[in-house]
């Protein structure tokens, strides 16, 4: 008698070790969730949260503002921007997760970290924000040569800086405050609101979901991709997808939503303070110039990749011990 004919189920017992969970999950005569393929969740999460945000609350921020943004009242556009985060982002990621999984906080784990976490996450965070801003000069540097040298780049290019230009003068509008008061509701606005909604949606709900089909990695950088396309920034596009990759690492060996949504909180108020310290508008600015050299800005940004390579050791390292001294 064969192996095969000595165990008849022997081919059905292989699907569910291939992968994970959502394998368990179908396995279970008990439990009728996930409702939809963990790829078609996570795809519903894109469109659906896409579609609600930028076209359904650009229409209502049309209608009631009209077509003149620029000159609409600075703290009505915040909470309307505030008030689209937490309808078409926030409760669509929740809805979504309750409806298709049956347990939200199988999907939004808010498990609170130690302090050692936050800090090596955060010295992360520190060092990955001018290595970004480093290669957006390198970036922007060649992109300027190329176009001064070939007609369809310069083409490309001009479509970028209207698009880019559109980008800045929304944040400008949402950055500027005169007081004390109406800088707490930049930082709510700009930093916090953000932070929550598009972590719970990005790295909670979308990369939870393709982690039941694709391997961690690649489920973080898919997430991180439309992340980054999701900012209609095309200049500052491959950094995006960068801190989105970084979040998604974050969310995944941390095993909580709430490192991530720390890292974004602690990025976005940084920017606001920089550009309250500073006054440079080109903290908000993708069309960098500068009169650096550009052999002394690959250097910084090879140091600054080479300390980010270090802390991210440093991370895997603690979070392997630390599950070996659960064991």
Known sequence: MSDLEENPNQEEEKEPEEHNEYAENRTSVHNVYPLLSPVAAAALGLIGGFFLYQF???????????????????????LMTMAGQILFILLPALLFSKWIYGDVS??????????????????????????????????????????????????????????????????????????????????????????????????????????F?????????????????????????LPLICLGLYFGFAAYISDSLV?????????????VLL????????LVNSDITGSEELGSNIFLFV???ILFTIIIIVIKKYYLKFKTVQE
Request: charged share 15%; net charge negative.
């Open 106 to 211: 199988d999907i939004i784990s808010l498990k609170v970290p130690n302090w050692v976490e936050l800090f090596i996450f955060s010295a992360g965070i520190l060092i990955l924000t001018p290595l970004l801003q480093t290669y957006m000069f390198i970036q922007n540097f060649l992109i300027e040569q190329l176009a001064s040298n070939y007609n369809f780049v310069n083409t490309i290019k001009s479509f970028f800086d209207s698009l880019n230009a559109l980008v800045e003068k929304t944040y400008g509008n949402l950055l500027k405050a005169d007081s004390i008061i109406e800088l707490l509701l930049v930082v709510l606005v700009i930093a916090a609101v953000p932070a929550v909604c598009e972590e719970v949606m990005f790295r909670g709900y979308i990369q939870k979901s393709l982690g």
């Open 259 to 271: 490192v991530p949504i720390f890292l974004h909180f602690l990025n976005n108020f940084s920017a």
């Open 303 to 305: 140091t600054l990749a």
């Open 275 to 282: 550009f309250y310290i500073i006054g440079d508008d080109q």
């Open 56 to 78: 359904v609350g650009g229409l209502l921020t049309l209608i009631i503002f009209g077509f003149d943004i620029e000159g609409a009242p600075a703290d009505s556009l915040r």
């Open 213 to 237: 089909k694709l391997k961690p990695f690649w489920a973080a950088l898919v997430t991180a991709i439309f992340f980054g396309f999701y900012h209609f920034n095309p200049y500052g596009l």
